[in-house]
């Protein structure tokens, strides 16, 4: 469960214990969507990186290989090689960007496979018993993604849907857990808050999910369209409600410096497909800002992508004339060795923000480094 440790204005600094381990918060959860990072890196190679949680998509596990094939092998961990806390996400996202491809019920949502276009259900019950075949440390409730710009009236009625849904899951889990064949029957759960931009909105359904005495809380349904203005502001009016005593999740999110002012504002976990997919076409995160390792300028630049990074890359002293000379070549390496950089400067930019607030000067830190992290070079 969560401790926390200690706080610096309304930035956190914690712990989190699970079942299978504990870490440390702030922190970034490294995404394998399908059970793997894209480009070619392995679960057990992820401590190396820094990683110290490993989230999995229920949505695309589900259909392929299926949550029973994850199940028999051992769940999640025990099938993707890591020995560590995993989350799984609950599927809605994936579900609710399918919006020619699915039809919203009360009871959940029926919609296409995107791999054969076969029908298929997902309501609150089917997600969480997936989520138990997989035995991820941590499940998510299944919610409705709105898309952004939406309507007042449609988000109210959705926040209400995600309500009862998150009710149905509550029960559903309690009922897994306690069934006696469970694969992890200590499984968590995380509430969503949504409501898009709408102030009062949010507010109101944190109110509601705080009641509910979750064991953690998620903020989803930003970083798909609106500003960053817009998200900042968002978790500015949600935060005050926010259980003190439970870690806090902003869902898909985001740039180093959405990071660092979600963290500013209470954020305490986050998660993004960011580092590893910008990784693969060549932008390369460094404390300096972001290199585009496809410019012409680096193609005889011997220094490697990050003096001091403690990547596979940076450590063997490879340049950044090779690495591009990779990408460009469509070698596989590149885009591996690019993917390791990325996480690696993620998971020790999410250990110096730790570190600055383990010393108290995390607002002198942030000072300094957003304008760094920000710029393009």
């Given amino acids: 469960m969560y401790t926390l440790i200690k706080t610096e204005g309304l930035a956190r600094r914690g712990r989190f214990d699970t079942v299978h381990g504990r870490f440390e918060t702030p922190a970034f959860m490294n995404v394998a969507t399908a059970a793997a990072i894209k480009g070619g890196v392995m679960a ?17 596990l589900h259909l392929r290989p299926g949550e029973q094939v994850v199940r028999e092998l051992g769940g999640l961990g025990a099938f993707a090689g890591w020995n560590g806390p995993t989350l799984t996400d609950s599927g809605g996202f ?10 919203i019920k009360e009871q959940g949502v029926t919609f296409a496979s995107h791999l054969d276009g076969r029908r298929i259900f ?16 941590i499940a998510m409730v299944f919610d409705e993604c709105v898309a952004n710009p939406a309507t007042y009236e449609y988000t109210a009625a959705s926040v209400e849907r995600t309500t009862r849904w998150t009710r149905r899951c509550i ?13 992890n029957p200590h499984q968590l759960l995380f509430g969503i808050n949504q409501g898009s931009i709408f102030a009062d909105l949010r507010v109101r359904h944190m109110q509601t999910l705080a009641e509910l005495d979750m064991d953690g809380y998620a ?22 409600h926010m259980p003190k005593d439970k870690i806090r999740y902003l869902m898909g999110v985001g740039t180093p410096a959405n990071l660092l002012e979600a963290v500013y504002r209470g954020v305490d976990l986050f998660d993004c497909v960011m580092p590893s997919r910008n990784a693969r076409h060549g932008h390369l995160f ?17 220094a490697p992508i990050e003096e001091g990074c403690s990547c596979p890359a940076c450590k063997q002293g490879l ?8 990408l460009k070549a469509g070698e596989i390496l590149g885009m591996r060795l690019a993917v390791m950089h990325n996480l690696t400067f993620y998971n020790h ?29």
């Fill in 94 to 103: 994936q579900v609710f960007s399918l919006a020619g491809l699915r039809t």
């Fill in 44 to 60: 057990s190679e992820l401590p190396d990186l820094g990683c110290q949680v490993m989230l999995s998509n229920t949505y695309h």
């Fill in 349 to 377: 930019f999410m250990a110096e923000i730790r570190t600055a607030l383990d010393n108290g000067d995390f607002a002198s830190f942030r000072r300094t480094m957003l304008p760094m992290v920000s710029r393009r070079i």
């Fill in 122 to 137: 997902m309501g609150p019950e089917e997600s969480m018993r997936i989520q138990s075949a997989l035995g991820s440390t």
């Fill in 319 to 326: 340049s950044r004339a090779y690495i591009r000379h990779l």
């Fill in 219 to 240: 903020i989803g349904g930003l970083a798909v369209g609106e500003s960053a203005e817009e998200m900042y502001a968002v978790l500015d009016v949600v935060e005050p």
């Fill in 171 to 183: 029960a559903e889990m309690r009922r897994l857990n306690q069934s006696g064949e469970a694969l």
């Fill in 286 to 302: 460094t404390h300096q800002g972001i290199r585009n390792l496809h410019n012409a300028k680096y193609q005889r630049d011997s």
